[in-house]
């Protein structure tokens, strides 16, 4: 079965910098993998994917993020990280065929603070 | 409009009451599938169903009960609710069972 890490539970930034959010995951072969944004009493919403082809995916609101096979990560990340940018991260991962099949694993989640 | 709607959006209840949560979509996905949010925001999915049949049913008890009576519309049922419930209920939905899958705005249930 698939299993996903995110080491760091909370992380402040400051308003205009660089942020990246790791995340590790754990799987026999190559999943798919997601980041989730879910703000305050809302639900969630997709950043970006991978599925396959092009390790460097983008996605909505300036973020991306990068698939490496050899260090199983999909860290995301954003260059100028805006006000808006607070909420809660989550990273996904999703098996292609197995027992897991069609099952969307999450982590924990990574919650963003950014200061003015 | 909506994608993937929800409701209610907040439920609160006593223990032992039965409730449902209905949850649709309009994206014209063949798969939807339930979750569950604890306290500690770790989401964990229960059920997932293709095309109105059982794809997926974790480990969760047997007083939950899903029902998709179209490809649209799957609702859940919880049958003599426990504290332990208390959570927010996410729907989603997905073309395929390994295809992105959107979210609703989430079900907080309260058990009193």
């Known amino acids: 079965a698939q299993s996903v890490t995110q080491p760091d539970i909370h992380i402040t930034v400051s308003e205009g910098a660089s942020l990246e959010l790791r995340c590790n995951y754990s799987?026999?072969?190559?999943?798919?993998l997601f980041w989730y944004v879910q703000s305050p009493g809302q639900g969630l919403q997709l950043l970006l994917k991978?599925?396959?082809?092009?390790?460097l995916v983008q996605g909505i609101k300036g973020f991306e993020a990068e698939f490496k096979r050899s260090q199983s990560s999909f860290n995301l990340r954003k260059p100028s990280v805006h006000w808006s940018d607070a909420a809660e991260y989550f990273c996904?991962?999703?098996?292609?065929?197995?027992?897991?099949?069609?099952?969307?694993?999450f982590g924990q989640g990574t919650i963003l603070t950014v200061h003015p | 409009d909506t994608a993937v709607s929800q409701t209610p959006k907040y439920l609160v209840t006593q223990m032992g009451n039965d409730k449902s949560i209905k949850c649709e979509q309009n994206?014209?996905?063949?798969?939807m599938y339930w979750y569950k949010q604890d306290s500690k925001k770790f989401l964990k999915i229960m059920f997932s169903?293709?095309?109105?049949?059982?794809?997926i049913n974790e480990t969760v008890p047997n007083r939950f009960s899903p029902k998709s009576p179209d490809k649209a519309h799957l609702n859940l049922h919880i049958n003599s609710l426990e504290l332990g419930d208390s959570a927010v209920y996410f729907c989603?939905?997905?073309?395929?069972?390994?295809?992105?899958?959107?979210f609703g705005p989430g079900t907080r249930l309260t058990v009193l």
């Open positions: 989603a939905s997905s073309r395929g069972l390994t295809d992105t899958q959107y």
């Open positions: 991978y599925f396959s082809g092009d390790t």
């Open positions: 799987y026999g072969a190559t999943p798919y």
């Open positions: 994206l014209g996905h063949d798969t």
């Open positions: 169903y293709n095309n109105k049949e059982l794809i």
């Open positions: 996904a991962v999703g098996a292609p065929g197995g027992t897991s099949y069609g099952k969307l694993t």
